[in-house]
T-cell receptor, first 112, second 114 residues
Framework: DGGITQSPKYLFRKEGQNVTLSCEQN?????MYWYRQDPGQGLRLIYY???????QKGDIAEGYSVSREKKESFPLTVTSAQKNPTAFYLC???????????FGQGTRLTVV | QKEVEQDPGPLSVPEGAIVSLNCTYS??????FMWYRQYSRKGPELLMY????GNKEDGRFTAQVDKSSKYISLFIRDSQPSDSATYLC??????????????FGKGTTLSVSS
């Protein structure tokens, strides 16, 4: 089955800790994205990558970091510098930039 | 003014009704328009994808784009309880040949009662 796999589905983090959210796709898509979704806020872009070993900041990149060492993988690290990390995180991929994107099922991160 | 505006609702309709969902936008460069459906605690699912102005139909769903008014719509005919979800509009454009990621509206929550 082709698709986008995010793991874990639920993640709990203590304040001051870094955590990494996994995103893997087997669609052979060049572009990958991370969005954050808060109630009433819609989807806000954190980072995106058009190609391996290249990525750009989105609208709310502060406190987050990413890497794109393989075409299939685009992990997101939520660092301790992110002041309000509790949210629903969505990873997506597309054949290229400015085309339709396909989403994973999300990771719900809660800071405890 | 936000780039993409979408009425969050909630919108409640009886089964069988025609539903109209809308978004307005400010950036005239947007060329690609999408509608996503998101069930609670799930990732968004692509429903419709259109390029530039015009209509596109897929089963009970019709997407309309009016670039002159910077206005897009999604119509759902014969609505079903399974259509109860949040509907997100999204759009993007080609900029300096590099393109941009999708810009989303905040989503409209729809409830269809049987």
């Amino acid at each position: 089955d082709g698709g986008i796999t995010q793991s874990p589905k639920y993640l709990f983090r203590k304040e001051g800790q870094n955590v990494t959210l996994s995103c893997e796709q087997n669609l052979n898509h060049d572009a990958m994205y991370w969005y954050r979704q808060d109630p009433g806020q819609g989807l806000r872009l954190i980072y995106y990558s058009q190609i391996v070993n290249d990525f750009q900041k989105g609208d709310i990149a502060e406190g987050y970091s990413v890497s794109r060492e393989k075409k299939e993988s685009f992990p997101l690290t939520v660092t301790s510098a992110q002041k309000n990390p509790t949210a629903f995180y969505l990873c997506a991929s597309s054949p290229g930039i400015s085309t339709e994107a396909f989403f994973g099922q999300g990771t719900r991160l809660t800071v405890v | 003014q936000k780039e993409v505006e979408q009425d969050p609702g909630p919108l409640s309709v009886p089964e069988g009704a025609i539903v109209s969902l809308n978004c307005t936008y400010s950036n005239s460069a947007f060329q690609y328009f999408m509608w996503y459906r998101q069930y609670s605690r799930k990732g968004p699912e692509l429903l419709m994808y259109t390029y530039s102005s015009g209509n596109k139909e897929d089963g009970r769903f019709t997407a309309q784009v009016d670039k002159s008014s910077k206005y897009i719509s999604l119509f759902i005919r014969d609505s079903q309880p399974s259509d109860s979800a949040t509907y997100l509009c999204a759009m993007t454009h080609l900029a300096n040949q590099a393109g941009t990621a999708l810009i989303f509206g905040k989503g409209t929550t729809l409830s269809v009662s049987s």
